[in-house]
């Protein structure tokens, strides 16, 4: 009986060891090997169906919506409503930015899928957001003083001949009205012509910089939707990223109003965002068979991707968009304005942070 008793109690330790290193090894194994149990491939096709169609009609919708100002009084860019619907928008960006991409790359770069050392020695995803919106920073100010070079360039020899030439003065006046103010137009002659120009070109880097970040993000987002293949993981997140896309699309719609792009241009900006996150989605479903996202490298391509947008988000949210209407002196100079655009950015923010509960 001694000896039974000894053999009982010395392993103990062991035993609690073995109690305490087994459900973390197995719930590893689970998390890195997830095989989902309740396949209905029906349903699962049907819900990614409705998702494509969902998706499609929001975001078309989301980003044509601004671009109805010329018929809807309240939507025109000129009006104090405006600022409410941009400052909604920023904060659905902000939110997008903050919740949900950039968890998700923590998450992706902090898997315990991933057995390398490299990615838990260091903070890459916080690292890689920073240098994302400091490249968006550079990208932004440079393309911004190209434009601005080239446009000042074009214009600068209409400057000189109309100040050295003070008798041809008039006649390139006269020119400029008979060809309907083509010297003002080209921003050489009127201050303020110059500053309305650069202020299109703003929204023209602004716009296409942030439709970047918005893609980057879309792609992953439809692909690892149309790669499930659970109906209880699919059937929130359509209702929620339908949602997500037609404020998404608001805020990009706003930008793209601003910059008065040609109709062409404008309907590329269009399709491509309203077609990302559904072409995204049937990229999943074609590689749903082989797509494993657990697997090292699909965590890490996703990781790094989710972090670079982030960055780009966070940071044309913050800059180009909210600070730049925040200190426009038509804000500054109208409280109600000011109260309303802080409600409506708070609003935007919080709706956007809400549906992270189901996306």
Partial sequence: MKKLTLTHTLPLPLLLLLLLFVPISASVECECNLETLDHDKFKVLKFKLVAISSILMASFLGVSL???????????????????????????ILATGFIHVLPDAFESLRSPCLSETLWDSFPFTGFIAMLSAIGTMMIDTFATSYYRRSHFTKALPVKEDEEMNGVHQGHVHVHAHATHGHAHGSGAIAPEDSISSFEIVRHRVISQVLELGILVHSVIIGISLGASQSPKTIKPLVAALTFHQFFEGMGLGGCITQANFKSRAIATMVLFF??????????????????????????????????????????????????????????????????????????????????????
């Fill in 66 to 92: 601004p671009m109805l100002g010329k018929k809807i009084p309240a939507l025109n860019t000129e009006n104090d409503i405006f600022f409410l619907i941009k400052a909604f928008a920023a904060g659905v």
């Fill in 274 to 359: 309203s077609l990302t996150t559904p072409i995204g989605i049937g990229v999943g479903m074609g590689i749903s068979n082989i797509y494993n996202e657990t697997s090292p490298s699909a965590l890490i391509v996703e990781g790094v991707f989710n972090s670079a947008s982030a960055g780009i988000l966070i940071y044309m949210a913050l800059v180009d968009l909210l600070a730049a209407d925040f200190m426009n002196p038509k804000m500054q100079s109208n409280l109600r304005i000011q109260l309303g655009a802080n409600v409506s950015l708070l609003l935007g923010s919080g709706c956007m942070s809400l549906l992270a509960k189901w996306a």
